[in-house]
């Protein structure tokens, strides 16, 4: 059977014109192919947000973030001042068994001296006026900060010499009388002396002031022997005032 062709493709101008068609449409099929896809608008914001959140494209890797590394600091404290050197020096200086129970002093005075409430508050300066077979003759203030004492007394001691009562002269008319029962005759001048110098009252109070925030500072008679010790041994070593 003979097929019978298309009278129009079978024309020699169309025929001549086919070829070049083809080529045409080849080529923009290729350039087609070849052009860039146009990004999603979606994909386009979204991308734009990522960037201006974090700073890095979101076809970028994102370079590890640094660590700081620490250095530890050390604070080096800064030691309180010391006070100015005190001039106060004692009538007579402590011997080597006083200066080593010092505290044992100061307890006994602060129960003399202080309402037993407030006994556990209290710090104590004194001085020694003198002494005689198991009594210590002194002068002290004892503070709790809100309120303090001072006064002559009498400390009797223990054969062991250990601290055994603290006597004080009564207040009022009986004053003149005790301290002249209490305390020997040339005590008793000292005590003349003593009772109007305001000068030893305030520094030992400045002293005690010091002592609340420097807890392991002696009193100053404690310090006074110490320095006394060293130098010239045990025992009692009477010092000149001028009052």
Not at 51 to 70: C, E, G, H
Not at 130 to 139: F, L, R, S, T
Not at 227 to 234: F, R, S
């Amino acid at each position: 059977m003979k097929l019978s062709m298309n009278p129009l493709f079978s024309h020699p101008t169309l025929q001549s014109r086919k070829l070049p068609l083809l080529l045409a449409l080849l080529v923009v099929a290729a350039l087609a192919a070849c052009a860039p896809t146009r990004p999603n608008e979606t994909d386009v914001l979204n991308t734009a947000i990522a960037m201006a959140q974090t700073s890095i494209p979101l076809t970028q890797t994102a370079l590890p973030t640094s660590t700081p590394s620490l250095t530890a600091t050390f604070a080096i404290p800064t030691p309180s001042p010391l006070p100015t050197q005190p001039s106060f020096i004692p009538v007579i200086t402590p011997d080597a068994y006083q200066v080593e129970h010092w505290k044992e002093y100061q307890d006994a005075l602060a129960k003399r001296f202080i309402p037993s409430d407030y006994v556990p508050f209290a710090l104590c300066e004194w001085d020694i006026l003198g002494k005689a077979n198991q009594e210590v003759y002194v002068w002290a203030i004892c503070s709790t900060g809100g309120y303090h004492s001072y006064r002559f007394a009498v400390i009797h001691l223990g054969a062991n010499e250990k601290v055994q009562t603290v006597e004080t002269p009564s207040n009022g008319d009986g004053w003149a009388s005790d301290v002249q029962r209490m305390f020997p005759s040339n005590v008793q001048e000292k005590i003349a002396s003593y009772d109007d110098n305001h000068y030893i009252k305030q520094e030992m109070l400045n002293h005690i002031e010091w002592r609340r925030t420097h807890s392991d500072e002696p009193p100053l008679i404690v310090l006074s022997g110490i320095a006394v010790i060293k130098t010239l041994g045990h025992g009692l070593h009477e010092r000149t005032r001028i009052f």
